[in-house]
């Protein structure tokens, strides 16, 4: 493989590389940086998207329309009404991060990138080089116990480099270096020992399938994995590798967390979520009309106790599904009906999406919007704004797509 190093930085190169792999690195970054300048992992943020947008600001001004301003303003007018006129809402700097960081710039970089032939390539290096710093920084750190701690936050920081690291197989073509990167990386991610991360994963790696091979033959082919899947779950073999697989890497010192889940079947245990969606379920279905309003889940969940795992929420937390905080903030009608646009523009970014960018929007989608059934929160997950962002980027798609227009 051949590093070129370009004589000039891309803008889009530049303004995808701050969503998807500068998270990964901001820390360490911050630590060298700290070493002669002290500085608040935030404000050093702040500084350096400041930067980058300063740099980048005419690159966006030509490519952002009035329309996705107005956008932009309407949503920002329409959670800053409903803090200031809800009853049961209170302030919360929740509301500034989303009027800024998952918002701007993430959507006007949705709707502005404009992915060309070329732009793989410097990004797919530069995911490698940040799955290597990751990796060296985890072993320069690891303790007596264990190389990696259960690390869901960092493991969805990285997890846009291994899905584009993944996408070289795709793109690139089935390669010695592509498999080895994209091996090392899926290990990396397992050893972070979080499930949502690799569920994105999975279903990152099933949309470039069906977009390489076709529908029909991924259906024909899922269906005979399936049923040699169930065989080998159902035989004496499957417990013993995985036993094995578990000893091994408990020896090197990585978290085992998710092939114990896996033994005891615990995968689809909510971890104590289920009392969190329970009284928002049961609220919703008490006045499933009500408009409560951004946020709501929060306040709702304020003080809550979970007697099963002697958990307390003392200032309240989302819904971890965007399915339940829809629903809750918006009603049933509002909220289902926001759901089913969503849901469609999904599909429609799915299947008009042009190859070339394929994997920027898949990605969007898993970190978005898949990664969002199961933890996180739409107000607060820049990819989803991002992902909102490429519904309306009429560059992306193959065809005119009515809904974008």
């Excluded at 509301?95 to 918002?103: A, K, R």
């Amino acid at each position: 493989m051949i590093i070129r190093i370009p004589k000039r930085i891309d803008k889009t190169v530049l303004l995808l590389f701050m969503m998807f792999l500068y998270p990964a690195i901001s820390g360490y970054l911050n630590k060298i940086v700290s070493v002669v300048i002290p500085i608040d992992q935030f404000v050093f943020d702040i500084i350096i998207w400041s930067i980058i947008v300063i740099w980048s600001l005419a690159f966006l001004i030509g490519k952002i329309k009035p329309k996705h301003l107005a956008i932009f303003v309407s949503f920002a007018l329409f959670a800053f009404l409903q803090w200031f006129f809800a009853n049961h809402y209170v302030f919360r700097l929740d509301t500034l991060g989303v009027l800024t960081f998952s918002i701007l710039p993430a959507f006007f970089i949705g709707v502005s990138v404009k992915i060309e032939k070329n732009t793989f390539e410097p990004l797919y290096i530069l995911s490698i080089f940040v799955l290597l710093v990751s990796i060296a920084y985890s072993f320069y750190y690891k303790t007596d116990r264990n190389l990696l701690s259960d690390n869901m936050d960092y493991a969805y920081k990285v997890l846009p480099a291994i899905l584009i690291i993944t996408s070289g197989i795709f793109i690139k073509g089935k390669k010695l270096v592509s498999i080895i990167f994209t091996a090392v990386s899926l290990v990396f991610l397992l050893a972070l020992g979080t499930r949502g991360p690799i569920l994105c994963y999975i279903v990152f790696v099933l949309f470039l399938l069906i977009k390489n091979i076709g529908f029909k033959s991924f259906t024909i082919a899922s269906f005979i994995l399936g049923i040699a899947l169930s065989l080998f779950i159902n035989s004496a073999f499957y417990t013993v590798p995985l036993l094995r697989i578990s000893s091994k890497l408990e020896d090197m010192g990585f978290s085992t967390r998710v092939v114990e889940m896996l033994l005891k079947d615990e995968l689809s245990n909510a971890n104590g979520r289920d009392a969190i969606q329970d009284k928002l379920i049961y609220e919703i279905r008490e006045e499933p009309f009500e408009f409560r309003g951004i946020f709501s889940d929060r306040t709702s969940t304020v003080g809550l106790v979970d007697k099963v795992y002697s958990t307390s929420y003392e200032s309240g937390t989302y819904a971890h599904n965007i399915f339940i905080e829809f629903l809750h903030n918006y009603g049933i009608v509002f909220g289902t009906l926001l759901l089913i646009i969503l849901l469609v523009s999904v599909i429609k970014l799915l299947v008009g999406c042009k190859k070339e960018i394929f994997f920027i929007a898949a990605s969007c989608i898993c970190m978005g919007f898949v990664y969002l059934i199961v933890s996180g929160s739409y107000l607060t997950e820049p990819f989803f704004f991002m992902m909102i962002g490429l519904f309306m980027n009429e560059s992306v798609y193959k065809y005119p797509v009515r809904l974008v227009k």
